[in-house]
């Protein structure tokens, strides 16, 4: 009896799996808490603020990377992927964290960068030691051409994704910057060796990996172009799947490790390939057609406009597409992307609420939500005007390449006030105190002075405050099984003003109507929301028949909890 009981237990964990309820906070250490006062956020600082986290309401910590680096691009350039990089502690805080976030029953997810190494990384220096190296071929390694690059294709942070090396009069591959070296997973001891630094981080016991730039592994040199962006010859090309899939079968499955991909380059209609609870490789995909929706493409610092039937097509084409067996993980920043209230909201008059109609567009939807740090106060893009505010590799690298190319100064910092990946980097705001409350010393990179009224402490204290919504929703979240398991149905889908959905589950039935405009705006009297009753806004009062500027209600059957 007991031998079945068990079986029935495991079949049921693996159709529920924990992260299907859970609900994930972005840390980027680097900015979130600084104990020792050296300007940068550290692993004790991170450790001080998790009851913070668990106050908000939230089950795991996407951790971005904290492994020992040059930190040509903020650590996403690993040269030891078993150590931790002083700055931001040593391993024994690591430890210290983990054993604090299961205190609170919060797991871990370690960012886990595969497709590049550091040009300072153990490998590299050996691979890069001579043609004869036995980690030569750990690398992608090629002879120039006519005293120049092997071929024309360009790095995804500008300039030739070729870095010539005298030593040995080759050039290594970079699809990132010069410093971010591509590792050859053609090659069978690069795969394996990625697989250990898999197993020596579940084995100290994180719950799973952020999987970056993990689409990009696979590359096709019979069909590269001769020219252009090297993106389009690595971007989810055929074979990339035997990759994930061996990964997945070797170092993931035996640990029941839970893994969140970065996907870009994979369509809609090809998201199951890769999240299919049976066949896939991952059990969530963070997509693209949401935030990119205003990237032009080639050169590259140039924008198109977009309109919100695009914006909420990038939610809603995914969950058609997810159904009922996919899942999907939902976010509106990350460090990669501008504040979401500046961006898709108002960040002046209307901040507040903007900031938290946008919060229940996205989390009441079905996937697991992303909160990136900062975003659950609302924070705003910063006021910089000049170049030496930024501090990003790709964004300075954009602003030499452009004005070599003859673009203006002026429409490069343009670009960057709404493009720049700095926006989400500035300091955590935990309070109106100098820096806010980030550090004691000089900060790595300014913060927004907007953090005397947008801070964690002010708007602890605030029931109206974005902060103080995020709870409720989380809460919600957490209370209504319909919100995790509940079928995914969009309506107002042609609206050029308003957005919502459905989501049911046996009788419970709830809607979430959001207004993204200044203005106000009629509700449609939809058979779908008749008899429904508020369960949660962002308005206290209102015209049953129309949403104020910004405003968002959850309706529902159910009873509420608001
Ligand atoms: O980003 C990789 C990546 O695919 C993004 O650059 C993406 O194409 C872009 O955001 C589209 O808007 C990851 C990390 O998130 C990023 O911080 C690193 O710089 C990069 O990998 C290299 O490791």
Redesign the pocket.
């Known amino acids: 009896m007991d031998g079945n009981g068990t079986v029935r237990r495991n079949a049921a964990a693996a159709a529920r799996p924990w992260w299907k309820d859970a609900v994930v906070y972005q840390v980027y250490p680097r900015s979130f808490q600084d104990a020792d006062g050296d300007g940068i956020g550290d692993l004790k600082g991170l450790a001080r603020r998790i009851p913070y986290l668990a106050d908000l309401g939230v089950d795991a910590l996407w951790v971005c990377p904290v492994y020992d680096s040059p930190n040509d691009?903020?650590g996403?350039?690993v040269r030891d992927y078993r150590a931790i990089l002083p700055e931001f502690g040593t391993m024994a805080d690591m430890d210290d964290v983990l054993g604090i976030c299961r205190t609170h029953g919060i797991r871990v997810f370690m960012d886990l960068?595969a497709?590049?190494t550091s040009d300072e990384h153990a490998w590299f220096l050996e691979s890069r030691a001579s043609k004869d190296s036995p980690k030569r071929d750990w690398y992608i390694w090629r002879k120039g051409r006519d005293g120049g690059p092997p071929d024309g294709l360009t790095s995804?942070f500008g300039g030739s994704a070729w870095e010539y090396d005298e030593r040995t009069g080759e050039s290594y591959f970079h699809l990132?910057s010069r410093r971010?070296p591509d590792l050859n997973w053609e090659n069978p001891e690069v795969r394996a060796a990625i697989r250990d630094v898999m197993r020596f981080w579940l084995d100290r016991g994180v719950s799973g990996f952020r999987m970056?730039?993990i689409t990009?592994l696979k590359k096709d040199w019979a069909n590269a172009p001769a020219d252009g962006p090297a993106a389009a010859m690595c971007l989810n090309k055929p074979g990339l799947l035997d990759f994930l899939r061996e990964m997945k079968r070797e170092a993931l499955a035996p640990y029941g490790a839970a893994t969140v991909a970065?996907a870009?380059g994979v369509p809609a209609e090809r998201a199951m390939e890769f999240i299919d609870p049976d066949d896939g490789v991952f059990d969530l995909l963070f997509t693209?057609d949401h935030?990119?929706l205003d990237?032009a493409g080639v050169p590259r610092g140039q924008r198109r406009p977009w309109d919100l039937r695009t914006f909420k097509r990038g939610f809603t084409d995914w969950e058609k597409a997810a159904g009922e067996r996919g899942w999907l993980a939902l976010y509106l920043e990350?460090?990669?992307?501008v504040r979401s209230v500046s961006k898709f909201g108002d960040d002046g008059r209307y901040r507040t609420e903007s900031a938290t109609m946008l919060a229940a567009w996205y989390l009441l939807m079905r996937g697991t939500p992303f909160v990136y740090q900062g975003q659950e106060l609302g924070m705003a893009n910063a006021p910089f005007r000049t170049i030496a505010e930024y501090r990003d590799v790709?964004a300075l690298n954009l602003h030499r390449e452009a004005l070599a190319a003859g673009r203006s100064e002026a429409e490069v910092l343009r670009y960057l006030a709404v493009r720049g990946?700095d926006h989400s980097r500035t300091p955590m705001q935990w309070s109106g105190a100098p820096n806010a409350g980030f550090t004691d010393g000089t900060p790595w990179i300014a913060a927004n002075p907007d953090c005397l009224t947008v801070n964690a402490e002010r708007e602890a204290a605030d029931p109206g405050s974005v902060l103080s919504f995020y709870k409720r929703l989380i809460r919600l979240r957490r209370t209504h099984p319909a919100f995790v398991h509940g079928t995914f149905e969009e309506i107002l889908a042609d609206s050029q003003a308003l957005g919502g959905y459905l989501r049911t589950l046996g009788p419970a039935r709830f809607a979430v109507v959001c207004n993204f405009t200044a203005a106000s705006q009629p509700l449609p009297d939809l058979p779908a929301l008749r008899g429904m009753r508020r369960v949660l806004g962002n308005a206290r009062s209102g015209a049953p028949d129309a949403l104020g500027p910004y405003e968002t209600r959850v309706l529902g059957t159910a009873p509420t909890t608001d």
Not at 334 to 337: L, S, T, V
Request: aromatic residues 16%; proline residues 4%.
């Open positions: 691009d903020n996403y350039d960068v497709n590049h995804h990132f971010q970056d730039a990009y970065e870009p693209f935030v990119d990237i990350n460090h990669d992307q790709d990946r």
